[in-house]
């Protein structure tokens, strides 16, 4: 598979990355991460909503 370049720091690649909602559902490509760690964009969708810049890590659970 092929994955787009970023835009933001023209390095790095965009990785999907999936996700599961409240029932347990999988949702795919909820979030596209630049691999390049210095670069550290994202865009993601929260309940319908396109948000971009913000860093995404691990949540300790």
């Known amino acids: 598979m092929d994955?787009?370049?970023?835009?933001?720091c023209e390095?790095?690649?965009l990785?999907?990355?999936s996700d599961y909602g409240r029932d347990?559902?999988?949702?795919?490509y909820k979030a596209w991460v630049c691999h390049n760690?210095?670069?550290g964009?994202?865009?993601?969708i929260d309940n319908g909503e396109i948000s971009q810049g913000r860093r995404?890590?691990?949540e300790a659970r």
Do not use: T, Y
């Open 37 to 39: 760690p210095r670069c």
């Open 24 to 28: 347990g559902a999988a949702i795919h």
């Open 41 to 44: 964009f994202s865009i993601r």
């Open 56 to 58: 995404i890590g691990e």
């Open 15 to 17: 990785l999907p990355l």
């Open 3 to 8: 994955f787009p370049v970023c835009k933001k």
């Open 11 to 13: 390095d790095g690649l």
